[in-house]
């Protein structure tokens, strides 16, 4: 594989210089949906759980941890497995410093409610892009279990301050823009010691991320059964037992960046280790896109795999044009994606049509080196889709390292 590329950084900025290559191998980090969620039922179960992976772990999952261990789990971590002794939902420890979750949406949603259930005030933060993204339903959900909530900014947002404990009630959920905050609650049960009966409101989206904690819970001893198609649901605790050992599967996401990437360079795209289809949580859709060539306008839908808007709208610009819908959760992840990403490729040259739920294009564009720093807005997915892109035309791009929230070998990767 020829590599002419080098990165160069001034800290804040990234700057790629344009590559060839006719091949590359896209060794995929660990899904952090799958870790995170292992984390905690291995950190609530009594006993000793070895969790193995393939790839770096990313700065969400080490986020995750830091969190549990704040809470008196101990994680011994290893290059290729970590071991994480459980401690049982009800002897975790009142943390002595702030629930920082950084940049991880899935740990904040999952950890909130074990940070309300204490008899103390707990302050719960995480940084910029984090502090951006609202949670009405999960807190209101939290309320109504008999949390006190303050937020120290805009209702409703990070930072906050959470005091319990938390006692059986009736909530309702919205999951018409996260399944999270249902998995948030049920992840909850085993610390609620009783039971909650839930009202179910909207469309899900990410229906694979909520049947993945619905099968894990399963694994450890939960007696919890969901479906899409169901408006309410009667969640009981129950005590995890974890396995004594858990191989997480890699992020098949990540997929969506390899299929970019090998389309601008002509590339041989080769993935060791591709995860099983039943464990894409939705982004299975681009096991057809590895397997054919695509000539004819793509109609994708989004629907349950809404991260991949940013590379797959790269990929048809370049390609075969198209659209994506049923994306309009997109917009309250770390960055309105839909919005941020037509800005983005526009700065590439690359005309992009923003719809309600989604976007669609023309294909077989070309892109064209930037003219200035590409903004990321914090957002790594948005970050891989650039650095991408200027690994075929050149380019700087912000926000430098943010790639590691998900894939931490990223860039040694497209650079090599």
Sequence with gaps: MAADMKGHSDGSTIRIEPKTTDSIEWNLAPSKSHMIRWLLLSAISKGTTEIRFNGSPGADIQSMAKCLEHMGVVIVRNPDFWVVEGVGAQDLIAPDAVVNCENSGTALRLLLPYASSFDVPIMVDGDSTLRSRHLPTLTA????LGAEISHLNEPNSLPCLVKGPLKPSSINLDVSMSSQPLSSILFAMPRISATVDVEIHGSAVSRRHAELSFRIAEETGSSNRWDASMDSIHLESWAPITPNNVQIPGDMSLVSFGLLFARLHGAKLTIPRLPAENEGLGSEILLDLMTSSQHDPLDLDLR???????????????????????????????????????ELLSQFGLKIEEMEDGIQCVGSQSPVEPSSIVDVHGDHRLSMTAICLATKVGGSVGDNGVWGITDPDFLKRVIS
């Design 141 to 144: 959900a939290l309320i109504a």
């Design 304 to 342: 349950d795999a809404n991260d991949l808007l940013p590379p797959l709208a790269a990929y048809l610009a370049i390609g075969p044009g198209g659209r994506l819908r049923n994306a309009s959760h997109a917009r309250y992840k770390e960055s309105n994606r839909i919005r941020r990403t037509v």
